[in-house]
């Protein structure tokens, strides 16, 4: 089990930029998948970004690719989620999550076996 604890959602305005991190703990991101969802009120959790244990591929679905980019600090065991040129409905609450187990990187909520408590971003029009 990693325990993961995401931070910097807030509130922006459509057009501007946020960054979230999230810490881990219990097990080295290097020897993980990392990723990103989000759940809108009403809707059902959605990948959004993950990045392989190597460390040498990402993927995005397409809504986010070219606006946002996750990255890690495998010194401070952090993963980021850079998101430019946001837009009213990237509106959710976003999670980290870890897949301990897999060699590839899956889209699906059900290959992740570790999940932070969520944190909060809206996008004003």
């Known amino acids: 089990q990693v325990q993961l604890v995401e931070s910097g959602g807030g509130l922006v305005q459509a057009g501007g930029s946020l960054r979230l991190s999230c810490a881990a703990s219990?097990?080295?991101?290097?020897?993980?998948?990392m990723a990103w969802f989000r759940q809108a009120p009403g809707k059902e959790r959605e990948f959004v970004a993950a990045?392989?244990?190597?460390?040498?591929?990402?993927h995005y679905p397409e809504s986010v690719k070219g606006r946002f980019t996750m990255s890690r600090d495998s010194a401070e065991n952090t993963v980021y989620l850079q998101m430019n040129s946001l837009k009213p409905e990237d509106t959710a609450v976003y999670y980290c999550?870890?897949?301990?187990?897999?060699?590839?990187?899956?889209?699906?909520?059900?290959?992740?076996?570790?999940w932070g408590q969520g944190t909060q971003v809206t996008v004003s029009s």
């Open positions: 999550a870890a897949d301990v187990y897999s060699d590839y990187i899956s889209e699906e909520t059900a290959a992740y076996d570790s």
């Open positions: 219990g097990r080295g991101i290097s020897a993980v998948i």
């Open positions: 990045i392989h244990w190597s460390g040498a591929t990402t």
